[in-house]
C-alpha cells in the first residue's frame, strides 16, 4: 500500500490496520451490535478501562471485574446477544 501521499500518523494508522488484516493469526470481530441508543457506552467502558490499567496502574483484575460488570449491566438492560467472534446467544450476552 502506497501511504507517501497520507498524513503521517494516518499513514502510521494504515499500516497498522493492514498489517493486523493480514496477519495468519487474525481473529476477525464485529463492533457491538444490539445496544440501541446506548452504543456509546461500550467506549467509555473501554476507555475506563484503558485509562485505568494502562494510564493509573490500578489493578488489573480489580478494573476488569469492575468494568466487566458495568458492561454486563449495559447488555442486560439492552438486551445484545453475543456478536462474533464469541458464540450467539439466547437473551443478553453474559460475560466469562
Do not use: H
Amino acid at each position: 500500500m502506497d501511504t507517501s501521499d497520507l498524513p503521517a500518523g494516518v499513514a502510521l494508522e494504515a499500516s497498522a490496520v493492514e498489517a493486523q488484516a493480514n496477519s495468519p493469526d487474525v481473529i476477525p470481530a464485529l463492533l457491538p451490535v444490539g445496544l440501541g441508543d446506548q452504543g456509546g457506552t461500550i467506549n467509555e467502558i473501554y476507555k475506563a478501562t484503558f485509562d485505568r490499567i494502562v494510564l493509573n496502574g490500578e489493578d488489573i483484575q480489580t478494573v476488569l471485574d469492575e468494568e466487566g460488570a458495568n458492561l454486563q449491566t449495559l447488555l442486560d438492560e439492552t438486551g445484545a446477544a453475543c456478536w462474533p467472534p464469541d458464540p450467539a446467544s439466547e437473551g443478553p450476552c453474559q460475560l466469562n
